[in-house]
């Protein structure tokens, strides 16, 4: 259980990771972003991205289409 909530835990920061530094390159400053307190002590990658090159535009796409994916499926399922 714990490695599941671990994995659930870090995975979930990466993606916030990827958010804010999508909104850092629109010049968009997040209330109340994380910071290294609130990342100690998981297991993250080093970089935000995965090595692949790819831009901030690219990226925020990426992350738009997931978003996007994720909200169709909550209201699919009645939720929000």
């Known amino acids: 259980l714990h ?3 671990e994995r659930t835990a870090w995975h979930t ?3 916030v990771r990827q958010i804010m530094f999508i909104l850092d390159g629109l010049d ?3 209330d109340g972003a994380i910071g290294n307190r ?3 002590g998981l297991p993250l990658p080093n ?3 995965d090595g692949s090159g ?6 925020f796409c ?3 289409r997931q978003l996007s994916y994720c909200w169709r499926n909550r209201r ?3 939720i929000g």
Not at 54 to 59: A, D, I, K, P
């Open 3 to 5: 490695d599941i909530l």
């Open 47 to 49: 970089e935000v991205w």
């Open 28 to 30: 968009i400053i997040p």
């Open 62 to 64: 990426s992350v738009w």
């Open 38 to 40: 609130e990342l100690a």
């Open 13 to 15: 920061a990466q993606h």
């Open 76 to 78: 699919r399922n009645g």
């Open 54 to 59: 790819r831009s901030w535009f690219s990226s």
